[in-house]
């Protein structure tokens, strides 16, 4: 059974960045870990994934130039830098690991991942 933890959410200002961290504890699997997030009233958005074997990294068009996804293997952690924040990114930001080695097009599949965090809130406003 693998635990995921986040952290780093909070309230930032129009503009700011904030940095998410996720580590996996328990019997993490090293194979993809990802980002999704969630409005209210909004379905779940993919934001960006990783996938250990061959260090693929994937991020969410509307987020490119904006979110850069990271890990430590070593440490079991996914890291969530994101840059130039706007209230529209307001969300409950969740980690995600699958057991699967997910090719690119599967990544911002949320069925394929079996693990999830608990979230960690953003709020990005003045």
């Known amino acids: 059974q693998v635990q995921l933890a986040e952290s780093g959410g909070g309230l930032v200002q129009p503009g700011g960045s904030l940095r998410l961290s996720c580590v996996a504890s328990g019997r993490p699997s090293r194979t993809t870990m990802a980002w999704f997030r969630q409005a209210p009233g909004k379905e779940r958005e993919f934001v960006g994934a990783i996938r250990w074997s061959g260090g693929n990294r994937e991020i969410n068009n509307p987020m490119k130039g904006r979110f850069t996804i990271s890990g430590d293997a070593a440490k079991n952690a996914v890291y969530l830098q994101m840059n130039t924040l706007n209230p529209e990114d307001s969300a409950v930001y969740y980690c995600?690991?699958?057991?699967?080695?997910?090719?690119?097009?599967?990544?911002?599949?949320?069925?394929?991942?079996?693990?999830w965090g608990q979230g960690t809130q953003v709020t990005v406003s003045s």
């Open positions: 995600a690991q699958s057991n699967s080695a997910l090719i690119t097009s599967a990544m911002g599949n949320p069925q394929y991942y079996s693990a």
